[in-house]
C-alpha cells in the first residue's frame, strides 16, 4: 500500500469508530485554543483584505462563520483557517514543525455546519486531521522545513482529512482526497521574512484547499495514490526523499493530538524559550531590567532565520524579533496583546534592553530541534554578577503542559474583549460537551 492508502485507511475507520475520553478530552482542548486564536485574528488587517476581497463567496452558502455570517464552506474554511494564525498565538506540534489547528479545525468547522454534523462526528474529524498531517510533517523534517512554511503545506493535509471524515468517504476515495491535498500543498518561508501579511493566508489556503480536494474525491475525482513516496512526489521534491515505509506503525495507538504545545505568550513561538529562561533568571534573582547590562540568548538555528529582526518597526515584525519579544518580556513581565500596540513597541525601556542584547546559534540546543525548543541564557548584571540558565522546553509544551485551567483563561483573555465575558463562558461550555452534543460552536 502507498502511503496515502495507508493514513486513508485509517481516518476512515475512525470516522466509525467512537473516540476514547482522553482523545476527544484532547480535541477539546485544542478546539478551545484554536477559538482563543481565532477571536483576536479576526480583527487583523490580513482578515479584513481576505473578508473584502471574498464579498461574493459571504452572505450566502451553507457554512458560517464566527458571528453568524453565512459563506460557501471554502470561504468560511479559507477565512476562519486564516484568522485562526493571524494573531500567532495558535498551537503546534513540535516533530512536524507545524501548527495544526489552523488550518485543519477551520475546514471541519466550515464542512461540519454546511453538513449539521454533531459535535462527536466534528471531534472525530479533528482528530483525523491532527494524526495524519502530523505524521507527514514528521516524515517529511527539517529538510522540509529549511524554505517551506509547514502551516501551509502540512495543512492542506489536515483539512483533507477532517473533511473527507466529515464527508465519510471510503478508503478510496479518502486516499484520493489526500493525494490531492499533495499537489496543493505551498507556503514559502520567504513570504514572512520581510514585512507582510502573507503568513496566516498560508493556513487559510491550506484549509480551502484540502476542502476542495475531498469535495472533488468525495465526487468521483482521481489522484496518484504514490504522490508522497513517488521519484517526482512530494518526499523528493520538498524535502530530501524521506523513508515512508513506517508512517502508519503507531497510528490509533500514540496520538498525536495529545501532545500538542498551546502557546503561553503572543507572537513566534520559537523565541518562547529564551522568554521563559529570561523570566527565570529574573524570578529566581529579583533583577529588574535596568540592572541589566548584557544579556546573550543561545538558540536553534530556526530562531535565527524565522525570528530575526534586531529593530523591528511593526508588530509583525516584532511578533518576529527575539530581541523584542525577550526584552518586553524583561521589562513588562509577559507578553501579550498588548505588547504589539503602538505605543509599546517603541517604549524606550524595551528599547534600551534590546541594545544590550545578543543571540547567536547555540549548537546543543540547536542538536535537540526540532523534539525539544529550547535557549541558553546568559545575563551580565551591571554589579558584575553573571547568570546563566538552560531552558531546555517551554512553558505549553507537553514536558510544561498548560492546564485546562489555563486554556480556558487563555480563552477568556483573546476572545472576551471581542464577544464578551458572558458569550466566552457559553462558547467554552458548548466545546466542553461537544463529545455528546449536536450543537456545534
Known sequence: MHATQKLARFGAALSATELAPEVAHHAQRAVIDWFASLYPGLGTPAVAVLTNTLAEELDHGPSRIVGGRMATTRAAALLQGTAAHAAEVDDSFRDAMYHPGAATIAAALAVSHSMRASGPAFLKAVVAGYEISTRIGVVMGRPHYKYWHNTGTMGSFGAAAAAASLLQLNEVAYANALAMAATFTAGLQQAFRLESMAKPLHAGRAAEAGVLAAQ???????????????????????????????????????????????????GCGHTFAAIDGALALQRQHGFTHADIERVHLGVYQPTLDIAPHVNPQTADQARFSLHYMVATALVHGSVRLSAFDPDRLNDPATRSLMQRMEKALDPDVDAAFPGRRGARVAITLRNGTQLQHLQPDRKGDPELPLTDDDLEGKLMELAGPVIGEKASRELLARIWQLHKSTELP
Open 216 to 266: 472533488l474525491a468525495g465526487g468521483g475525482m482521481l489522484s496518484s495514490f504514490d504522490v508522497l513516496e513517488g521519484e517526482s512526489g512530494l518526499g523528493q521534491a520538498m524535502s530530501t526523499g524521506p523513508d515512508w515505509s513506517t508512517i502508519d506503525s503507531t497510528l490509533g495507538q500514540d496520538f498525536h493530538i495529545t501532545r500538542l504545545t498551546f502557546k503561553n505568550h503572543i
